[in-house]
């Protein structure tokens, strides 16, 4: 929209205190004016210019730095063609550092077939944000001149709801051009206002009168620059959140992007559970005590195991890695191991992972270490891993105590499809007795871990976009008395 | 739904960066899963995937049967 020139008004009067003539564009309305020179609020009638104003008040000119917006300048708010007729700044009894400008908008041209019930409308900024203030349609009611007491309110038609966001009683600073109203009686004024971006209901309620009900939308700094053609430069800047600012940050497409992809997550990790069902083998081993202090030179046993090519002991007549009997090689001292155990075999039939858990069933204030090497008995590669399991408990100053684990898991990922099977070496403590040791070989296709992770990536986005749009509504609420106890 | 269906829609056309990300977490989800491989936890990494043979070392802390092998 492009800027209008001022038009000259119709009409003068003039100041009562220092003379100047001060514009008149709404006669027929206008009678209360602020002298932009001395900054005098007086009335007039404009009809008889001559005859001398009477003084309201004179405000202190050092506090004020005038409109943004010149008087008398035109513009086209949505549907609404209207001139800048007033200006006021306004603070509040209760506290006087927090002050805003209203500018009071008056049809640019007589309406026609229009719906006038909008206007006066009003423009009001703070902090260089910016509301556009207008009879409201909806609004609570409340039974005589009884204000409003609660603290939000849900429109029936719209189906918005209003938290309170500031309750206070205005004072003018200042006015400039005409008003249709002695705008002092204003500080008169009991006002509420409830908040719903990009939305601000407002309650103006006078000493024994009903409230009057006004709701304000959100404009940004650049509309109001464009509806009147001035440069957005020369426009307050915006400080902080407004009360009405819209959240640039939507959380809700972030949000169902990512419930679809967690559905989807879910239908394939239970297609995975089905259609790569997992194979479990439970085997029970005795660990053979281990004399405790030897002699030098008398090790448990001098010759090494006989093992084959896959590092399998070479088996007792019961045969190799047979459920119902471990295979049992010598031990070696030089090896460092009581003897091999090796485990019934486990077919992988696709690549899956091994998870392997090692429980000494009756391990008490001793500790047994195992290496185990999973072999896969078609290509002989094997991948050993080592566990310690100690358990210790007590009784100390009349307290029971225990430390350590009996148990403890090993988890192989991304084995190939074949046969495998375990070959475990225990070193016992010396000293002890046998250890019964149960030994647990699981496939898994699927982790709960991975569908975990691959969760919380997935949520690192809407939570990225949650965490700024909480942040902008803490930012809001910074400036209200009645902030929500949660977002 | 079909109003759903329009958000998702639209959702898709505003972050298809968010939606290509999602894409990729499933599908590595999916590989993950058909390879039996798990993100973190496993002691694959650390297994000695060398040696077919006994063990040379053994014992608690290296301490087997009153003599340090270590």
Redesign the interface.
Known sequence: MSSVPIAPPPAWVTCPKCATQVPCYEPARSKCFGCFNCRTLFEANPATPTNKGRIIKGFRKENVTGPSLPLGITGALGSYYCRITGYQVRTEQQDRIAEWREYQLRPAEPIVGGDSIDFPLQLAEYQGHWLLIKQARSHPVTKGNHSFQGKEWTSQSTGNTYQLWHRYQPVIRDAQGEFDWNIIEDERLKVQEFTCPPYLLSSEQAPKANSVWYQAEYLEPDQVATAFGVNANTLPSRVGTGAAQPNPHDT???W???G??AL??SL??GW?AIT?PSATTTETFTIPA?PA??APGA??LTA??T?D???RAVVPAAGAATPSAPAA?TP??S???SQ?LVSKSIV?T????VDITFTALDLTNH?V?I?A???NEET???????R?L?YYEGVEDGESWSEGNRSAN??????PPGRYHL?I?P?P??GTSDTMLLVLLEQ????V???L??LV??SA?PLWHWMRHSSFETSRWENSDFAPASD | MLA?LR??G???R??PL??G??SL??A???L?????????????E????E??????????GGY????N?K
Do not use: C, Q
């Open positions: 809700a497409p972030a169902r992007l990512f679809v992809a989807l997550l394939l990790a995975l790569r281990v202090a030897p090790g448990l090494p195991p093992v090519t896959l590092g090689a070696a001292a090896t460092g191991y091999m992988l696709h690549s899956s992972a500790w270490e290496t090497n999973l072999v002989g590669r094997g991948y050993e891993v080592t310690s100690e090993v988890v192989i990922s991304g084995l070959n070496y070193s403590e010396a898994h296709s699927s982790f871990s991975n569908f992770i691959i990536l997935m986005v | 759903f958000h998702l639209s959702d898709l505003r972050s968010y939606a990300l999602l977490g499933l590595a989800f999916l993950l899963g058909m390879g039996g491989t798990r993100l973190l936890g496993d002691d694959k650390t297994a000695d995937t040696r077919g043979g006994p063990p040379r070392t053994g014992g608690h087997v049967n009153g003599f092998h």
